[in-house]
C-alpha cells in the first residue's frame, strides 16, 4: 500500500503540472505584463476555474465509475454517453446530483475568489527582470515542469503500467489517476479482423468444437429424429447484476435469495458459469447473437457493422417471438440487435403494457414486467400457439428501487440490519440487499403465475445472470476468482423444466453464448448454429472453456477459463499470466506450467480472432 500511495501522488504530482504547464508558460513569455495588463488576470481566473471544475468532475465520476464496476475511470466508459438521457437519470436517481451541483457551484466561487486573491497579491511585487535572467527562469521552469511531468529518473517516464505492480488489484486500481488513466486508456480502443491470425489459429478453435479442420466453416446443423409432439415454450430470463456472489446458495452468509435457492435445487444448474463482459448491454448482446462482446470501448451492440447476424433465437419457426423489458428498446441500440435479427419479434417496452408504473430510469419494475409478460404468455397459451421470449429485469440495478411493499415480500429496514452484517455478504448498501431480495421474490412470483395461468408445464424456463453487480470483498469465496477479477463474470445458469428435464448440477466450464444453444436443443427446436456457443448437454462437447473479456494490468484482454486454470492476456502489450483456481494464492506459475500456458494461449487466442472474424462475417442471408 505504502508503493500505490507513492505512485498515487506521483501521478497526481504529474497531473497537476500539466494542469498549470499553459498558465507558467503564459507568465514566462508575458513576464512583468502579466500582472499590469488586466487581461491576463482574466484569462488565469478563468483558466483556473475550469481546470479546477473539470478536475473535480473526473474525479466525482470517477468514484462512481469505481463503485459501480470495481475499476477506474477509462475510455470505456464513453459508452454512456450513448444513452445520456437513461444515464443521465441513473445519476439523479442514484446520487444527490443537485447538492453536488450546489457543492460545484461553491466551489467555482471559492477558487474565482482565490484566484483573483493570488493575482492581487502577486501584482504588487512583480518587478521587471533582464533578458539574461528571463532566460534562465524559463530554462529553469521549463525543466522543472517537464521533470514533473516525466516524474522518473529512469530512461522511461512515468507511466500507468507502473501502477499495476501488485496481485491485489485493490491496490493496483488505488495508484492510479482518473484523468490520466482515461486519456492513457483510448490507446486500448479494438480493431478489425486480423484475418492472418484468424486463419492462424482457426485449426485450434475448429479442434475445440469439432468442426472441419481444412476449410473454414462455422455451421453446425441440429436437427432431432424424434421431436416433441407439443412444442415447448421457451422463456430466457436475464437476471438484472446477479452474480453467483449475491445468491446463499453459492455461499453468500445473508440468506439473500431463499426462492431462487429452492428453485435452482429443482432445477438443472451450471456451476461454473461465466458471461464473458461485466456489462448488461454485453451480456444482451452475447446471449442473443452468440458472439462475446470484446469491443474494448462501445459495446458491441452499439456499433452498426456488427449488429447484422445469424442467431438462434430467429430459428424458432412456428412460435410466437417476443422481448420484454420495463424501459425502452432504444437503450443501448438494443432495439436493433432484436429486431434487425428476428423475424417477426414483438418488443414489449415502455408504453406498450396494459399497465405501466413508472418505477425509475430502467421504467416499470420487475414485479410489473413479469406480471405483464405473463398476460401475454397466457394469451398465447389460451390461443395454443407456442412462444419463445426473451425477458430483461432491471430493478437488481442502482438506484435499487424497490417497493415497501409487495405481497409478501418487505424490505429490510435500516435499523434491522448493521453495516458490518451487510459486508459479511458483500453488499455495498442496503438497498443492493433488498434489490437482490426483490429479485428473488419476482422470480418465485412468475413461476407461481405461469402455474396459476397453466403453461408452466409445458414452458422451459432458462434464468442467467448478465454480471455480478459491484460488491465489497468476498471473505466467504473458498477460491481467488475475485482477487483475479474474474468472479464479477461468474454468474448463475439454470434451466427450471420439470417436464423436460430432471435436476442436477453440470461442473462443466460454460460461458454465455451457451444459452441459446443449450436450451434450443433441450426443447428440440431445430436450427442451425453459425457462432461459438455450444449445447452443453451435448454429451460429445468435453472440452470446455469460459472465454472471457477482462481488464488487466491496465488494459483491455482476454482470459481463458479451463480445467482449474485461468489464463489472461493483454491485447496490446500482450502481457500474459496463468494461475491455479485451485488455491486463494495469487502466483503466475506460466514458467511452472509451460504447456498448459501454450495450450490455453493457442485456444485463448483462437476464441479471441474467431470472435473478430465472426463478427463481419456472419451476417445473416436476406430473404
Not at 477509462?74 to 459508452?79: C, G, I, M, N, T
Not at 448491454?281 to 452498426?304: C, H, M, Q, W, Y
Not at 473458498?478 to 463474470?489: A, R, T, W, Y
Not at 494461475?579 to 506459475?589: N, V
Request: aromatic share 16%; glycine share 6%.
Amino acid at each position: 500500500m505504502q508503493k500505490a500511495i507513492s505512485l498515487g501522488l506521483r501521478f497526481d504530482l504529474k497531473l497537476a503540472v500539466i494542469a498549470i504547464f499553459p498558465l507558467a508558460i503564459l507568465l514566462l513569455i508575458t513576464n512583468y505584463r502579466f500582472f499590469k495588463n488586466k487581461v491576463y488576470k482574466k484569462i488565469a481566473t478563468t483558466y483556473l476555474v475550469l481546470t479546477y471544475l473539470t478536475l473535480t468532475l473526473f474525479y466525482l465520476f470517477d468514484l462512481g465509475y469505481y463503485e459501480y464496476l470495481g475499476i477506474r475511470l477509462d475510455a470505456s466508459s464513453l459508452r454512456f454517453l450513448g444513452n445520456l438521457k437513461i444515464s443521465s437519470q441513473v445519476l439523479v436517481e442514484s446520487y444527490p446530483i443537485y447538492k453536488g451541483l450546489l457543492g460545484l457551484i461553491i466551489l467555482c466561487f471559492i477558487i474565482y475568489k482565490y484566484a483573483n486573491f493570488g493575482y492581487n497579491l502577486f501584482s504588487k511585487t512583480y518587478q521587471e527582470i533582464t533578458k539574461k535572467l528571463k532566460t534562465v527562469f524559463f530554462i529553469i521552469t521549463i525543466l522543472l515542469l517537464s521533470f514533473g511531468i516525466y516524474n522518473s529518473i529512469t530512461h522511461y517516464p512515468l507511466r500507468w503500467s507502473e501502477a499495476f505492480f501488485s496481485k491485489n488489484t485493490t491496490v493496483n486500481q488505488f495508484a492510479l489517476n482518473p484523468v490520466l488513466y482515461f486519456f492513457d486508456s483510448f490507446s486500448f480502443r479494438s480493431k478489425g479482423v486480423d484475418l492472418e491470425k484468424f486463419k492462424t489459429y482457426y485449426p485450434v478453435i475448429a479442434k475445440h468444437l469439432n468442426l472441419p479442420k481444412d476449410t473454414i466453416q462455422f455451421e453446425k446443423k441440429v436437427t432431432f429424429k424424434t421431436p416433441y409432439k407439443e412444442k415447448p415454450n421457451v422463456i430466457y430470463v436475464m437476471l438484472e447484476s446477479t452474480g453467483t456472489a449475491t445468491l446463499s446458495h453459492y455461499g453468500n452468509p445473508l440468506k439473500s435469495s431463499p426462492k431462487i435457492d429452492s428453485i435452482i435445487n429443482k432445477s438443472l444448474s451450471f456451476s461454473k458459469f461465466y458471461v464473458h463482459k461485466p456489462g448488461t448491454a454485453a451480456s444482451v448482446f452475447a446471449s442473443v447473437t452468440g458472439l462475446p462482446d470484446i469491443e474494448d470501448v462501445k459495446t458491441a451492440s452499439r456499433n452498426p457493422m456488427i449488429i447484422d447476424q445469424r442467431i438462434i433465437f430467429d430459428q424458432y419457426k412456428g412460435y410466437e417471438k417476443q422481448y420484454f423489458i420495463g424501459g425502452s428498446a432504444n437503450w443501448a441500440n438494443i432495439r436493433g440487435v432484436f429486431q434487425s435479427n428476428i423475424k417477426d419479434l414483438k418488443i414489449f417496452e415502455e408504453g406498450s403494457f396494459e399497465e405501466e408504473n413508472r418505477a425509475d430510469v430502467w421504467g416499470i419494475d420487475d414485479y410489473d414486467l413479469f406480471k405483464e409478460s405473463d398476460k401475454q404468455f397466457k394469451k398465447l397459451h389460451e390461443s395454443g400457439k407456442p412462444f419463445v421470449a426473451y425477458i430483461q429485469t432491471a430493478t437488481n440495478h442502482m438506484p435499487f428501487t424497490v417497493p415497501d411493499q409487495k405481497e409478501s415480500y418487505t424490505p429490510i429496514l435500516e435499523d434491522e440490519i448493521d453495516e458490518e452484517t451487510l459486508l459479511k455478504g458483500g453488499f455495498r448498501s442496503l438497498g443492493q440487499l433488498n434489490a437482490i431480495r426483490y429479485l428473488d421474490f419476482n422470480v418465485a412470483r412468475f413461476l407461481e403465475r405461469a402455474k396459476e395461468t397453466g403453461y408452466y408445464d409445458n414452458t422451459i424456463f432458462v434464468f442467467f445472470g448478465d454480471h455480478r453487480g459491484g460488491m465489497k470483498k468476498l471473505n466467504f469465496l473458498k477460491n481467488n476468482e475475485d482477487d483475479l477479477g474474474i468472479q464479477v463474470h461468474h454468474v448463475p445458469f439454470f434451466i427450471h423444466a420439470p417436464k423436460y428435464i430432471e435436476p442436477q448440477v453440470v461442473d462443466k466450464y460454460a460461458k454465455l453464448i451457451d444459452v441459446f444453444p443449450t436450451a434450443t436443443s433441450l426443447a428440440k427446436v431445430e436450427y442451425t448454429n453459425y457462432t461459438l456457443g455450444r449445447d452443453l448437454l451435448d454429451s460429445t462437447n468435453t472440452d470446455t472453456a469460459a472465454f472471457v473479456y477482462v481488464q488487466s494490468k491496465g488494459e483491455k484482454g482476454v482470459g481463458l477459463i479451463k480445467d482449474n486454470f485461468y489464463y489472461e492476456k493483454t491485447n496490446i502489450s500482450k502481457k500474459a499470466s496463468l494461475y491455479s483456481l485451485q488455491t486463494k494464492e495469487i502466483k503466475d506459475i506460466k514458467l511452472d506450467k509451460p504447456n498448459i500456458t501454450q495450450q490455453m494461449d493457442s485456444l485463448l487466442s483462437a476464441y479471441y480472432h474467431s470472435t473478430k472474424y465472426l463478427y463481419f462475417n456472419n451476417k445473416k442471408i436476406e430473404e
